[in-house]
C-alpha cells in the first residue's frame, strides 16, 4: 500500500510508575532519519526503539519524543540518609555550645542539606517495558496515518495517469491528420511561390519530415510508463524513489514530443502533459 511520509502520532499510556506519552512527527526524506528526544533514565534503550522504528518504516525524518510523568505514589516515600543527619545534628550541637544564645535544631533545614534526603529507587525495568509498548503502539497510530494519506495521493496520481492515458490516445488518433495538414501547407507554400520542384525529390523530404514527426515510439513508450505506475502504485511495498524514476521518464518522452510537434495540436498535448507529470511528480516527492 502507498505511504505517505508526513504523519503524526500520539500516545498516552498511565501506568503504575506513571504517565509515559509517545509522539512521533514524520516528514518527507531521501533515507531514513530518526531524531530521538528521551528523558535520562530511557537513554539506554535508544538503540532498541531506533530498532523497532527501522523495522517498520524505510524512508523519512522521523522525530520522536517521549516524556515520562511519575507517579505521586512513586515520589510519595522520602528516604533519609540518617548517617547523614546524624552527622549534621552533632555538628550543629557542637555549635550551639560555643554560643551564648545558643538555638534548637530545625529539622526542616536539616532536610534541606544535601545529601540528607535520598531520591526513592524506581524500578526501571517494567517502566521500560511499557515505554516499548507504548512506541509500538504509536507506531502503529503513525503508520495507519500514513497510509491514510498515500491512499488520498495515488488517488490523485492514477486520475493523472488516467489524464495523460487520453492525451496519449487523442495525439495518436490526430498525428496522421496532423501530418497530412502538415504536408499540405508544404504545397499550399509551393504553389503560392511558384517555385517548381523536383517531385520525387519533394516526396523524398515529405517522406523524411514525416518520420522526424513520427512519434509512435514515444506515444508506445508513455503507455508503457503509464502501466508501471500503476503497477507500482498497487505494490505494498516503499515505492517512492521508483515512482519518482518513472517521473523522469515521463518527462523525457513528454519533451520529445514537444521537440518533434509540427502542429499546435501536438504542442499543447506536449505543454499539458508537463504540467500534470509535474502535478504527479509534487505527490510523489511524499511518498514512501
Known amino acids: 500500500m502507498t505511504k ?7 500516545i498516552q499510556q498511565n501506568t503504575d510508575a506513571g504517565e509515559l506519552v509517545w509522539e512521533l512527527r514524520s ?3 531521501r533515507y531514513l532519519e530518526l531524531h530521538m528526544k528521551l528523558p535520562e533514565d530511557f537513554r539506554a534503550s535508544e538503540g532498541r526503539y531506533r530498532e523497532i522504528l527501522q523495522q517498520r518504516l524505510k524512508r523519512g525524518k522521523v522525530e520522536c519524543l ?3 510523568n511519575a507517579s505521586t505514589l512513586q515520589s510519595g516515600t522520602i528516604e533519609v540518609n540518617q548517617d547523614q543527619a546524624k552527622a549534621l545534628v552533632k555538628a550543629c550541637q557542637k555549635i550551639n555550645n560555643l554560643l551564648h544564645q545558643p538555638s534548637e535544631v530545625d529539622p526542616m533545614e536539616v ?4 545529601g540528607v534526603v535520598q531520591e526513592s529507587k524506581l524500578d526501571m525495568k517494567p517502566v521500560l517495558a511499557d515505554a516499548e509498548t507504548a512506541l509500538n503502539a504509536a507506531l502503529d497510530e503513525l503508520i495507519a496515518n500514513r ?3 498515500g491512499k488520498r495521493m495515488a488517488e490523485l496520481i492514477l486520475q493523472r495517469c488516467e489524464s495523460i492515458q487520453q492525451i496519449v490516445l487523442d495525439t495518436r488518433k490526430n498525428m496522421p491528420e496532423i501530418q497530412s495538414r502538415y504536408q499540405k501547407k508544404i ?3 509551393m504553389e503560392a ?5 523536383n517531385q520525387d525529390r519533394l516526396e523524398q523530404e515529405l517522406v523524411h519530415l514525416a518520420q522526424k514527426m513520427d512519434v509512435d515510439e514515444e506515444l ?11 503497477d507500482v502504485l498497487a505494490r505494498d511495498e516503499a515505492v517512492g524513489r521508483r515512482l519518482d524514476f518513472l517521473m523522469q521518464e515521463l518527462n523525457r518522452e513528454a519533451n520529445t514530443l514537444g521537440s518533434k510537434s509540427a502542429d499546435i495540436t501536438s504542442t499543447n498535448a506536449s505543454v499539458e502533459l508537463k504540467v500534470l507529470i509535474e502535478q504527479m511528480r509534487e505527490q510523489i516527492q511524499n511518498i514512501e
Open 193 to 197: 511561390l511558384k517555385i517548381e520542384v
Open 147 to 149: 497510509e491514510r494519506e
Open 27 to 29: 516528514v518527507n526524506h
Open 187 to 189: 504545397h499550399d507554400r
Open 220 to 230: 508506445d513508450r508513455l503507455d508503457s510508463h503509464l502501466q508501471e505506475m500503476r
Open 66 to 68: 517521549l516524556r515520562f
Open 4 to 10: 505517505s511520509m508526513t504523519a503524526f502520532a500520539r
Open 111 to 114: 532536610l534541606q542539606w544535601p
